[in-house]
């Protein structure tokens, strides 16, 4: 039955002056969940090797995403045509942080009950998982994508790597510094 419908019967209850009736209706048919928040904590090493995994690709779209520290770099090269903004301000970042920038998403939400680890996370854009927030797929019509092949897509991971060991001096730069390492250890293990 839709939810709507079974609302409808919850208020037709009320009306009729049997919230006994109205009660038994909302929790045997469209119950409220109240479920413990597992928290959340992923960091740079455990991103890079979901990435990895996922080939950089956007499970939700299919779409190819870029390393994070990929995008700081061509954002430290090329200032004026892909600004970035240290606390994203949406104003005066490019809009490749929203668009390729690869994130972790919760398959389940984590508020929805979903677990913290490898087995629920997945790669998508800044976009998307704001846009998909606390939802799950099935409520917004969305469906899981497979994953990519790292060796087709990396991410232009290799082209950061290759970058900073020209120029070294960039990871003088602590996000640059941090995305590096997690690189060098997710690749190593692949």
């Given at each position: ?44 090493y ?14 939700y ?29 949406m ?100």
């Amino acid at each position: 039955m839709e939810k709507g419908e079974i609302l409808k019967r919850v208020c037709e209850a009320l009306l009729f002056g049997d919230p006994s009736r109205a009660s038994v209706i909302a929790t045997q048919e469209y119950a409220h969940e109240n479920l413990a928040f597992a928290g959340r904590k992923y960091n740079e090493y455990e991103s890079t090797t979901i990435f990895l995994r996922d080939g950089f690709l956007d499970r939700y779209s299919g779409s190819k995403l870029v390393f994070p520290a990929s995008l700081r770099l061509i954002s430290h090269l090329m200032p004026a045509e892909f600004p970035a903004h240290p606390n994203w301000k949406m104003s005066e970042s490019h809009m490749v942080y929203w668009e390729l920038f690869p994130t972790i998403d919760h398959v389940v939400p984590v508020a929805r009950g979903g677990a913290d680890d490898q087995t629920n996370w997945v790669t998508t854009s800044m976009i998307r998982n704001s846009a998909k927030s606390n939802w799950l797929l099935e409520e917004l019509g969305w469906n899981l994508q497979p994953p990519g092949n790292v060796r087709e897509w990396d991410g232009l991971t290799g082209w950061f790597m290759q970058y900073i060991e020209q120029e070294p001096t960039y990871l003088n730069d602590p996000y640059l510094k941090r995305w590096h390492r997690a690189a060098f250890r997710a690749l190593a293990a692949i």
